[in-house]
């Protein structure tokens, strides 16, 4: 018997709970041995709840018990996250978490801590919820140098944007009705605003490259302005506006990362993942590219790769698993200097506005969208840095939004 | 310095040698040491390639030197592959193979061999080519039970179906097509005939569901039988056809695993898994749908699975790696009592045909080509088991085609 405790009795805490009781016998198999919690700790109380019995409010109590191996840490946040966590492993407990907060600020150093002492931390459920990607990163895709990691990593923004792509609504209806759904929070900047993404796509990086990227360092701009009417245009294209968290090795093997909305075709293995589903794309040097697809959010899936990362460090009580992440920090490419196509919108009609965009642009394809051209003109610019693209737009008044291109 | 033998220097052996070459330096952090190709076992001769220098013609010198730790076959077949994994296992060598045919038929006491010494008996490779699936199978989805695996596993059957779809070609245009490609064999059967599939769903069923899953038992349907008169319905549906080798636990936790055509709609997964590109959906009875998507096949994204398996090996010498997939022999069910819903044609126009379908199969949900409404009539089946279609296919000359359909 291995005896676990589980740190905040949330979602995701009642979720592990619920995935241990109904697949124990297989999980024990896989496990090499039951896996018992034996603590749960959160600050509330649970009347009537089983879980009563396994409740206590001090952090110490479980610290300080030698039988509990392996930590739990699904209470999300910074702190006391960060503290608790660290303070088990000092305590020679493993750690299993999947909070993106605390992996994408500590990730480096608490892998560190972890390797010293012959324990694990672990992080599956971090990104991407149940969809393994942590574990293929560092494993699996070992042969390759990664070129490129382009996420879906947020549901609520893929939930919106679907159905705005599908429903034809605009951004604040798209917005209350994933509220109501229960995708959406009531306060929803962290996913709007892309922060959440940038979260993930930071850890994604860092394990890529084996270098800490620092989330701060990531250029990020949500979905907030985007409309029905960039919508209509990417229909007309037959694209879809999908929010991307990417990091790219360019020709020169620097590295940028940004957290934009983009346009993309058929042709893109991300094209199809829609509503509160996430994906990951990996482009290898030699493996060429691969995706992988499925709930990025949600009570039983992200337990279920919380789970299975404790039926890991349940395999590997001594030893540990070798992660790549250096707390050495990699110095990204300037953003302004990558080079996008982008779309553009522009308020006036095509012959109102022909000449000058000419004269900003060069030759651009132009995309009709017949409801609307008597009021503005659409169009897909060539390759420009996104320099270049901030001058133009700052000093153009009539651009009324722009949106980069991958096809 | 970690010393490797290659066995079979044909399209992956050269991959593998070139994977080393090229990413040498990253695969040396991963693996904890540099992997050092010692010998290359060949019956050929290579006048001209550098490969010469370790090429030898005799497994024995292999087997007898110490120095090499870590044996990779990727000759093909079962024998004479079978026979030197063994006695490579038996002298204490770990393995790491890509062959689909040794693995389904002895990769459960060739798995007992390895974990006995200590060892590792690695297959990444041996199904869906660069797709990291076995050790996500066996390593990422520990917490679920598995409801359902089902993959597009061969990439020439399914570049076959696509150009049928995208360019309306029949089947023996679009063979011929992918025969000059370089995507389909002189002699296609393995492919077209399903048996290709059918060995990797073996393997995949067998790891999902930790005992024996024989490939002679799979019931196996190629897609010699498709026509473009099929693919002009599955467009008038809004469907695809594609070839599916799947795994499915029923509800009285029964598995019946099948290999056959099924038309999918938009909704699946699967649905965007194109041209050669390989896709593989596993339900799990907590983490939902995820799926795996990559290329299937290819001398690059192959040999990058070999050499993580390499890598694998290499930080796993004197420990086995657990994997459950007992010599014990899974039980299926009977095909026969298996149901699907089918898509029908029948010889015939409609008015001609109404009572008589009605009669066969109760309400049936018509699909209407204008192009063939004259001569033929098709319709979609309520759920019937296997054995009531084949009774009435036998007794229904008219019949012109059966598919399954899941949706």
Redesign the interface.
């Known amino acids: 018997m291995i005896n676990i405790a589980v740190f905040g009795y949330g979602t995701i805490g009642t979720g592990v709970v619920?995935?241990l009781n109904?697949?124990g016998e297989?999980?024990a198999?896989?496990?090499?041995d039951r896996i018992n919690i034996k603590y749960v700790l959160d600050l509330r109380e649970f009347p009537g709840d089983p879980i009563m019995e396994k409740l206590v409010h001090d952090v110490n109590i479980i610290l300080e018990d030698p039988e509990v191996k392996v930590v739990v840490e699904v209470m999300g946040g910074v702190e006391p996250a960060y503290t608790f966590v660290k303070k088990a492993l000092l305590k020679g407990k493993s750690v299993v978490t999947s909070n993106k907060e605390l992996v994408a600020k500590h990730g480096a150093e608490l892998l560190d801590n972890a390797k010293e002492r012959d324990l694990n931390f672990l992080f599956?459920a971090s990104v991407g919820g149940?969809?393994?990607i942590i574990?293929?990163l560092n494993?699996?895709?070992?042969?390759?140098?990664i070129m490129e990691i382009t996420g879906i990593l947020n549901g609520t923004t893929n939930y919106i944007l679907s159905k705005m792509s599908e429903e034809g609504l605009g951004f604040d209806t798209a917005l209350k009705n994933a509220q109501n759904m229960g995708y959406a929070e009531r306060n929803p900047a962290a996913d709007v605003e892309g922060h959440d993404s940038c979260r993930k796509i930071a850890i994604l990086s860092s394990l890529a490259f084996?270098m800490q990227v620092d989330f701060e360092d990531i250029y990020t701009e949500g979905i907030t302005n985007i409309t029905d009417m960039d919508i209509k245009y990417a229909k007309a294209l037959g694209a879809k506006i999908k929010l991307f968290a990417s990091s790219i090795r360019e020709k020169d093997e620097k590295v940028y990362a940004m957290v934009a909305p983009v346009m993309i075709k058929?042709n893109h293995?991300l094209?199809?993942v829609n509503d509160v589903f996430n994906g990951i794309f990996v482009r290898?040097?030699?493996?060429?590219?691969?995706?992988?697809?499925?709930?990025g959010a949600?009570k039983?899936?992200t337990?279920?790769?919380?789970?299975?990362d404790?039926?890991?460090a349940a395999?590997h009580l001594n030893?540990n698993i070798?992660t790549?992440w250096s707390s050495k920090k990699l110095e990204l490419t300037d953003i302004n200097q990558v080079q996008h196509k982008f779309f553009v919108r522009i308020s006036g009609n095509a012959a109102e506005n022909k000449d000058k965009v000419k004269k900003l642009f060069g030759e651009v394809e132009e995309i009709a969208v017949d409801s609307l051209s008597a009021e503005e003109y659409g169009f897909i610019t060539p390759l420009l840095s996104e320099q270049e693209m901030k001058g133009i737009k700052e000093s153009v008044a009539e651009i009324l939004n722009v949106i980069r291109v991958r096809f």
């Open positions: 619920e995935v109904t697949n297989s999980i198999k896989r496990a090499g599956e149940g969809i393994p574990r293929p494993q699996s895709l070992t042969a390759d140098e084996g058929a293995p094209y199809s290898g040097n030699v493996i060429g590219d691969v995706m992988f697809y499925g709930s949600g039983l899936p337990a279920s790769a919380v789970v299975a404790i039926v890991d395999k030893k070798w790549i």
